[in-house]
Each structure stands twice: as C-alpha cells, then as structure tokens.
C-alpha cells in the first residue's frame, strides 16, 4: 500500500550534496510512524529554494531517511508572497500533487487550511478515495478569524 502524507507547513532544504532536511518537528521518528502502516510513504512538502552548506543543514535541521519514502518536492506558494499569485507555479503544486494522488491508495493531511491541503481535499474527493485528516494545534486559532484586526 502507498500512503501520501502532506503538510503545509514544514519546508524541505537540502544541501549542496543533494541531502534533503525538515525543521525538527518532522524527525526520522515521526515519518517512522507512517512508514509502518505502508509499503511506501509518498511525502510532498515545500521546498525552501536556498541550499545550505551540508555541516550547517546537518548541525540545525532533521535529516530525512528516504528509505520507505519519496519526497515530492513543490515550490513554496508562499515565500515569497508573490509565488501566491503565480498562475504557473500553482499549476506545478497541483500537478504534483494530483500525481502523488493518483498514485496513493490512502492519504493523510496533516493539519489544516492552505492551498496544499485544500488542493489535495479536492483531488481525493474527485476520485472517491477517503482522506483521513491529522489535526494539531488549537482548533480555535485554527480557524477563527479576528474582528477589526485584532489579535488572537
């Protein structure tokens, strides 16, 4: 079985010798946890465009163990801001995406409430195929939204 996994908040980096990183929230530990349940784990993240010199990326990021996993690297809508309004590369995202998709016979979205996640919402329910939802965080600063500005 192949599982697809997205979240839309991590970026992936990588390092000038084509090693690929995540912040520490998604360690070796926790993609362990998915490996189980499949025979393969699809993984699509944002990439961070910059390439790290390798004893910095290996000194302040979690490296990925690719084994029993593919990374579906796709470009980062939001940084810079403009990306967000780029008719090409929000075809690339959804593109990735609906390959990875296509590919996967389950499929877990982790957190909530971005193009990613509402991308891959959307593809799954065109071809019928359930989408179990990982929610983190606080479901209130989730989803509200503030009044006159304010901030939560």
Request: hydrophobic fraction near 35%; charge should be neutral; glycine fraction near 8%.
């Amino acid at each position: 079985m192949r599982l697809f996994f997205i979240q839309g908040g991590s970026r992936l980096k990588r390092d000038s010798d084509g090693n690929w990183y995540t912040d520490s929230n998604f360690n070796n530990s926790v993609w362990d946890r998915y490996k189980v349940l499949c025979d393969e784990l699809i993984v699509v993240l944002r990439r961070e465009e910059r390439v790290y010199d390798p004893s910095y990326a290996k000194e302040h990021f979690s490296p990925v163990d690719e084994r029993g996993m593919r990374l579906v690297d796709v470009p980062d809508l939001y940084s810079p801001v403009a990306n967000f309004f780029n008719p090409g590369l929000r075809r690339q995202v959804r593109a990735a995406i609906n390959k990875a998709v296509d590919e996967c016979d389950k499929a877990i979205i982790h957190s909530g409430g971005n193009f990613y996640l509402a991308h891959l919402g959307e593809r799954r329910r065109k071809v019928n195929s359930p989408h179990p939802s990982e929610m983190t965080g606080f479901i209130y600063e989730g989803l509200a939204i503030p009044r006159n500005g304010a901030e939560l």
